[in-house]
């Protein structure tokens, strides 16, 4: 998908184990632990339980250990 063939808002996702479904065209998602926009094209990260969208590796990783889901994790 061309970041550009939505516009410049909100894509609409629906995430998937390694894929996602784009419910919504849009240029990006919003990060839900950094806040930061993800252009659509370069989404590499999120969760399926939580169908959230993350930024990078380490956004990941923080909403795991922030929804406990981190062996060792109290």
Same mark, same amino acid.
């Given at each position: 998908?061309?970041? *550009?063939?939505?516009?410049?808002? !909100?894509?609409? =996702?629906? *995430? ?6 784009v419910l ?5 998602? =919003?990060?839900? =632990?950094? &806040?930061? +926009?993800?252009? #659509?094209? !370069?989404?590499?990260?999120?969760? #399926?339980?939580? +169908?959230?969208? *993350? #930024?990078?590796?380490? /956004?990941?990783?923080? /909403? !795991?250990?922030?929804? &406990?889901?981190?062996?060792? +994790?109290?």
């Amino acid at each position: 998908m061309n970041r *550009y063939d939505g516009g410049m808002r !909100e894509a609409k =996702i629906r *995430y998937l184990d390694g894929d996602y479904q784009v419910l919504l065209a849009g240029s990006h998602v =919003i990060c839900a =632990i950094t &806040g930061k +926009q993800v252009p #659509v094209d !370069e989404l590499r990260y999120w969760s #399926v339980a939580r +169908q959230e969208a *993350y #930024v990078d590796a380490a /956004a990941s990783l923080e /909403a !795991e250990r922030r929804a &406990g889901g981190l062996p060792g +994790q109290a």
